[in-house]
């Protein structure tokens, strides 16, 4: 009897143990691999607490995750800026494909690296500089060469001009090679420069502050190129959506991504810190 008894109480705790977890929402997210993913991973247990199961799509395709959002498939992306998020709002026909802006974590400069070349004191007519190209990241890409001295733009550029190479004014002999970004990494053996959106110089195994020859002002880069939590209008004020920020916008995050040495000053946190 004491045996039975003993059966029915472990099932009972293994019934229950089920419906806790069960009673956990879940929140499904796009993001990239680094750092996105790596954030949202270092706040599942605290998110965990709060009552949410966080279910991380990583993805490598900058092109997938609003559309993705769009349609129900995850509740949030995490891995765009205002721009570009901009101009995927501005390429859909139908308004209840667009998609707002949450939540601001981080940053990212972009940066100027190394190809053949090694120092932009030695760049030549000639030589080819690799730049993303969607239409918002490959003005960010030509603004930050006019800020090194490297091409002249129309008066009056600026990050929401939609800017592409056949607009550059005077490019000094230089050739601009448009391709997409999560391909740019793999040709720095075939161009003199390039210019890497930062998660992709994470995934490359580089660093801004190791291998950038030349970045934004950390000023256009805070107020411009800040990556937002993404989502459906109606989810704005949702309360999985407050959840998943009140565990990101917080000391220890800032401290862990400050301190993380494999984002070595490629990733700032721009959010305020939540009152305890």
């Known amino acids: 009897m004491k045996k039975i008894l003993a059966l029915v109480l472990a099932a009972l705790l293994v019934l229950g143990s089920a419906a806790a977890v ?6 499904r997210v796009a993001a990239t691999t680094t750092p996105h993913a790596v954030i949202l991973e270092f706040v599942k247990d605290d998110l965990a607490a709060l009552g949410y199961d966080l279910e991380i799509m990583e993805v490598t395709d900058y092109f997938v995750a609003n559309p993705a959002t769009a349609a129900g498939e995850v509740d949030v992306n995490y891995f765009q800026h205002l721009p570009f998020l901009n101009a995927y709002n501005d390429s859909v026909d139908n308004e209840a494909d667009k998609l707002v802006a949450a939540f601001g974590v981080h940053c990212e400069p972009y940066g100027i690296y190394p190809g053949t070349k090694k120092d932009l004191k030695d760049i030549a007519p000639g030589d080819k500089i690799a730049v993303t190209n969607d239409p918002s990241n490959e003005t960010r890409a030509l603004l930050l060469l006019q800020d090194a001295g490297l091409i002249t733009l129309p008066e009056g550029a600026n990050p929401d001009s939609g800017l592409q190479k056949e607009d ?3 490019a000094n002999g230089l050739e601009i090679i448009e391709m ?3 391909k740019i990494p793999a040709t720095l053996d075939d161009v003199a420069f390039a210019i890497i959106n930062g998660n992709y110089v994470l995934d490359a195994g580089m660093t801004v502050r190791d291998d950038a020859l030349f970045t934004e002002a950390e000023s256009v880069t805070g107020q411009t190129y800040i990556n ?3 989502v459906k ?3 704005v004020d949702a309360d999985w959506l407050k ?3 009140s565990v990101l916008a917080t000391e220890k995050v800032k401290n862990f991504i400050l301190e993380n040495e494999g984002f070595a000053g490629g990733v700032i946190p721009t959010f305020e810190v939540a009152a305890e």
């Open 22 to 27: 069960a009673e956990n929402q879940k929140i």
């Open 168 to 170: 550059i004014v005077e």
């Open 180 to 182: 997409d970004a999560e």
């Open 228 to 230: 937002y939590l993404v």
């Open 233 to 235: 209008p109606e989810n």
């Open 243 to 245: 959840a998943l920020e």
